[in-house]
């Protein structure tokens, strides 16, 4: 198989997989006042995503498929922007929407601090 064939069957394989847990997240927590689901996700994914990142970039000997099946296929269909927008438009049509844009901002403010709690923590163990 060819290192392109090998890349995308690892980013269709991360992207299954990402895409299965998002739902199953997703379903299983409450979603009526605050979109908990797609805000924890969007988390995990952030963190996840800077932790194969930080790896990929400390340790080059890793395997050359790792990125495509973990950073762009699992962390990629893990996460969502749109559907952040989305929840934040239903939250708005219920009349919430000061809650639509504390959501939208925590899930920025809280994906930033993941990314820089997650390359400090990498940093630390991979050196």
Same mark, same amino acid.
Not at 32 to 45: A, K
Not at 50 to 78: N, Q, T
């Given at each position: 198989? $060819?290192?392109?064939?090998?890349? #995308? &069957?690892?980013?269709? @394989? *991360?992207?299954?997989?990402? =895409?299965? %847990?998002? !739902? ?8 009526? $006042?605050?979109?908990?689901?797609? #805000? &924890?996700?969007?988390? @995990? *994914?952030?963190?996840?995503? =800077?932790? %194969?990142? !930080? ?20 962390? *990629? ?51």
């Amino acid at each position: 198989m $060819s290192p392109r064939a090998a890349a #995308l &069957v690892a980013i269709a @394989v *991360g992207g299954a997989i990402g =895409a299965l %847990v998002r !739902a199953g997240l997703a379903e299983g927590l409450p979603s009526e $006042s605050w979109p908990l689901g797609t #805000l &924890v996700v969007n988390i @995990v *994914g952030t963190v996840l995503l =800077a932790a %194969v990142a !930080a790896m990929i970039a400390w340790r080059p000997s890793l395997p050359h498929w790792l990125h495509p099946l973990a950073a762009v296929g699992f962390c *990629g269909s893990l996460t969502t922007f749109s559907g952040i927008q989305l929840e934040a438009l239903g939250l708005m049509r219920r009349g919430m929407s000061a809650t639509a844009v504390l959501y939208v901002a925590a899930t920025v403010v809280l994906g930033l601090i993941a990314v820089v709690a997650t390359r400090r923590v990498m940093a630390r163990v991979l050196r």
